[in-house]
């Protein structure tokens, strides 16, 4: 019982932090938040980035070697090809050999 | 369109997939059904949130603590959605699922705005959302019943949320003119970092993102009005 009850508050907590700019936001948008809806998506990708690197250890052993080198493959095919899913799928082989084998 | 919102989630798929797998055995492990496993991910739906909701299942933690780790982990959303407001603006019946169901994978995958030509844009950003969705619920419920058998090693392959991120961020930086934007969100990011360490260092980032946007937010304007005179 007590698990149903955490597990609805996390669920509950959850929605509210998704709905709660659209219900303050219902009726007109203040430009300002119209702003901030052009410029957040690329500086949050950005962040989320940084967030999927944070555990590479540029310092000690593997230098963050295999994520640099699969981020390099990422953003190379990406230029090259403009397709996302070749490009995830790359970087993901990549990743997945470099941790298997020289690094 | 539902081929082309398809598609689109492809990306999404494996990694969905193994992460809610992975989600699946904790449950599995921890002594969670799989039907309690299927509810947190089918009702709560935030990959991260689950893993720490693991731990405060297992370790008892009050109500409380729940209620304020859930806001610590997840506060990231409430910026999604606010940079969303505009565009689910008129995404109807679609609507209240599409908020939803708006995680940081489905949020990288749709907050470029952009939609496939001829495709009603809210059932193609639903339709997004509810295969996303559907690879989580369908991951955890696996590893839920496989537990930890699964037979190969699939060690790495979370790489591909990573890789997702960074093909997301390469194709914006190469669709857009002023890259002020993407640089503040990488080294607002960085800085936090290194001064706050990797476990609570996303809320400062955030506010500092927003700190700074703001203060850039003439600048930006005017900037914007040059480019659309061009």
Request: aromatic content about 12%; glycine content about 8%; proline content about 5%.
């Amino acid at each position: 019982m007590r698990s149903v009850i955490l597990i609805a508050v996390m669920a509950v907590v959850t929605i509210l932090l998704r709905f709660l700019p659209f219900l303050v936001f219902r009726k007109e948008t203040p430009p300002y938040i119209t702003y901030l809806g052009k410029v957040l998506p690329p500086a949050i990708i950005g962040m989320l980035v940084i967030y999927c690197l944070k555990d590479i250890t540029p310092l000690a052993q593997p230098y963050g070697l295999p994520e640099l080198i699969a981020a390099g493959c990422v953003v190379g095919a990406q230029v090259l090809k403009r397709n996302s899913l070749i490009s995830i799928l790359l970087g993901t082989a990549v990743y997945m050999v470099l941790i298997r084998t020289i690094l | 369109m539902i081929k082309q919102a398809f598609y689109k989630s492809i990306p999404v798929m494996a990694g969905y997939i193994v992460l809610g797998t992975g989600f699946g055995i904790l449950m599995h492990n921890a002594g969670y059904g799989v039907l309690w496993t299927a509810a947190m991910s089918l009702f709560i739906y935030a990959g991260s949130m689950q893993y720490v909701g693991v731990n405060l299942l297992t370790g008892g933690a009050s109500v409380i603590t729940t209620a304020l780790t859930t806001v610590m982990v997840n506060a990231r959303h409430l910026f999604y959605s606010i940079s969303m407001v505009d565009l689910y603006k008129d995404a109807g019946k679609y609507k209240p699922y599409m908020i939803f169901a708006l995680t940081d994978e489905t949020y990288s995958l749709l907050c470029d705005g952009k939609t496939p030509e001829g495709a009603d844009p809210n059932a193609y950003r639903f339709f997004v959302s509810l295969f996303n969705h559907s690879y989580w619920v369908t991951g955890s419920i696996l590893g839920s019943l496989l537990g930890a058998v699964i037979p190969f090693s699939t060690a790495g392959i979370e790489f591909s949320m990573t890789a997702l991120f960074i093909a997301a961020f390469t194709e914006q930086w190469l669709t857009t003119k002023d890259h002020i934007p993407a640089l503040t969100g990488l080294l607002s990011t960085l800085v936090c970092l290194v001064i706050f360490g990797r476990d609570r260092f996303l809320i400062p980032a955030m506010l500092l993102i927003t700190l700074v946007l703001t203060l850039l937010r003439g600048k930006e304007e005017a900037q914007d009005r040059e480019e659309a005179k061009q």
